[in-house]
């Protein structure tokens, strides 16, 4: 088990998103959360991302309690995030963008992976491109692979299918496929596309008004199930 929640809260101000989540992800599988529009499947991730610090509840990450902290104190302890807009830097390079990973790596692993490049040419072809003349797909791989190069132990990916062109989108796919292959890395992927994440996918939760609605794993839900819980 790598990420687990225990009865997770969220607040953004006096109004409450987030009631008592419970949630597990474990290295070498997709867990991915569902729901329509308005749920708090973004707000999840922020919560565990430390972007906005949780009101209550336990995280724990490879085993230990992880204390309330800003996105930096998470990523140290191994959590990276490909958000919801990707927030890559559109005046730096593609191979600048790429670097800014290297501020939570020691000196000494300041260099991009050749993997990096064998799983998305395109970067290597347009290093020297700023990442604000990328294509939204071009970017989105972009932003996967600078997640990538900080050697996360968790990988939150937050609608990574948005407005994105297929053939992308089967790429990026394969990409999740790969990283959860590897087996030492949990994926939390929150995406609306629902063929893409069911063919992905080990485990649900089904988020409802800020709850977990329904969980379980692809052996225990039924497609035709968690497809009607979702649209509901």
Request: net charge positive; glycine share 12%; charged share 20%.
């Amino acid at each position: 088990m790598m990420l687990e929640t225990k009865g997770l809260t969220l607040h953004y101000g006096g109004s409450q998103i987030l009631y008592g989540i419970d949630m597990v992800a474990r290295a070498g599988e997709v867990t991915c959360v569902m729901g329509t529009n308005g749920v708090g499947k973004t707000s999840l991730l922020k919560a565990l991302a430390g972007t906005h610090l949780r009101s209550g509840g336990v995280v724990t990450l490879g085993g230990e309690d992880v204390p309330r902290v800003p996105p930096q104190g998470m990523a140290k302890r191994g959590l990276a995030v490909v958000p919801q807009g990707r927030m890559i830097f559109p005046l730096l390079t593609v191979k600048e963008n790429m670097e800014t990973a290297f501020a939570l790596l020691p000196k000494a692993e300041h260099r991009i992976p050749d993997e990096i490049y064998d799983l998305f040419p395109v970067l290597k072809d347009m290093g020297h491109r700023r990442g604000g003349d990328l294509s939204g797909g071009q970017q989105q791989q972009l932003a996967i692979a600078r997640a990538m190069i900080m050697r996360p132990r968790v990988l939150l990916l937050d609608e990574p299918t948005e407005g994105i062109q297929p053939n992308i989108i089967q790429q990026i796919g394969r990409v999740i496929s790969y990283l959860r292959g590897k087996g030492d890395m949990a994926i939390v992927l929150v995406e609306q596309y629902f063929d893409f994440a069911y063919g992905l996918a080990d485990s649900f939760y089904v988020l409802k008004r800020g709850q977990v609605a329904l969980s379980g794993t692809k052996a225990e839900l039924s497609q035709d199930v968690l497809r009607q819980t979702v649209s509901v």
